[in-house]
């Protein structure tokens, strides 16, 4: 009998060497690049892209209405001005970006389909080896580099985060989640339920409201909104005024922040009053007795991401008939539906479980330094972008309460005053380590739940690094603060430690 032939493994072409990779290429990525380009000249740089086009969460998520819920002013990044509306749809937002890639010539350095499976760092050699795949040939790829900068966001695209209900099996229509959105769905004229209570939600109701049979929107409990008109009133009379829309978008920008710094911090001063300004909006739109009952959340303000619903889209579509609100726990699926804790049963042809995504903690990526695996839980964080005992490593990880890209900029101007910094010290090495007075400090969960506590967070927790009581060791996810601060690290501090 013939043997049975040997399928070889692809042998990975032989190693790129660049002095930074940055890994991804979606708002994180692409700004990072821009400011390596900027700010460090000369520097030989690569970013590698799982997927086949740049933009990431703009890119992979293709629901219905998919749009932003921070506004342009402050999720732009800094140095590219913004001159539509402050909510923008995913294809204004891939658009923008496509413009900054063309306008600084950042082409050149994006390899797309580029899957990196693992992460090595040698200390003898002071260097990282990154190996992968590419998604289009199938080839194993090879990169090594000085400085890892992991830019790959946090969601982990391959799949949203689906609850097991009892019955699932059973019903004979079609779920579907957000994040895998299949374009064959049709909707006409079809009874849809939609799980969640988030900004999915806020934003595939209204966009397929008009569409359906019915709409409804079933919910474990309440969350906060803030329904406006989706402009700027300040932008529109700079505009008026013919200012330079450099200096509208950096003016306006600073108005935001502002505004967002006192929401956030009425959040905690005064929550009764800034709960009945946000619940008094959406009374606007609603009866005191549907906000009562379906839009009055059991938590404060900011301890879980506020929506903004623009010009009222969401509760425009309820008023007209067109979507409805159910608060209740789900008991199980049926052949028709879902079975409620009520006692009630919801019948859909389609169900939508905007419930969520999965964490994704550095890409999924498998880490060894110096021949161990890197469990991230075992590391302390400084300030959310660096990692005890993990050398040559940034990560940018945004905020919650404010824009993700203003930490995007923060961390840039960080990561290229580092590398010019340890070119000036002839430091081939550099790793944060805690200092004597951080000693018997005690370690704690990444976020404090209290703070903030969204589900996809508290499911990964115990994956994400510790954090200290010290601000230096926590993300505090206080913009308002690092931007003063982070600027003002001194690089030369007892925590950081070069070789």
Known sequence: MAEAATVAKPAAQKAE???????GAGISGVGGAYH????????????????ENFGGTWWMHRYPGI?????????????????????????????????VIEENDLGKHIRYGHKIASATWSSKDNVWTLEGVRSDTGEAVRFTANFLWM????????????????????????????QTWPEDLNLKGKNVVVIGSGATTATVVPAIAGECGHVTVLQRSPTYFIPARNENELANVLRELEIDETWIHEIVRRKVLHDQALLTKRSFTEPEVLTKELLDAVRAYLDPEEVAKNFTPKYRPWQQRIAFVPDGDLFQGIRAGKASVVTDEIEGFTEEGILLRSGKTLKADVIVTATGFNLSVLGDIAFVVDGKPLKFNDTVTYRGMMFTGVPNMVWVFGYFRASWTLRVDLLGDFVCRLLKHMKAKGAKRVEVALRPEDKNMP????MDPDNFNPGYLMRSMHLLPKRGDKPEWQHTQDYWREKSEIPAIDLDGAEFVYR
């Open 17 to 23: 060497h660049f002095d930074v990779v940055i890994v």
């Open 36 to 51: 390596l380009t900027t700010q460090c000249p000369g520097t030989r740089f690569v970013v590698l892209e799982a997927l």
């Open 67 to 99: 749009r932003s819920d921070s506004d342009l002013y402050t999720f732009g990044y800094r140095f590219k001005p913004w001159t539509g509306t402050p909510i923008a749809t995913a294809d204004e937002i891939l658009k923008y970006m496509g413009e």
């Open 151 to 178: 830019c790959q966001g946090y969601y982990r695209h391959s799949e949203g985060y689906t609850p097991e209900w009892k019955g699932m099996e059973r019903f004979k229509g079609r779920i579907v989640h957000p």
């Open 443 to 446: 370690l704690l969960a990444w």
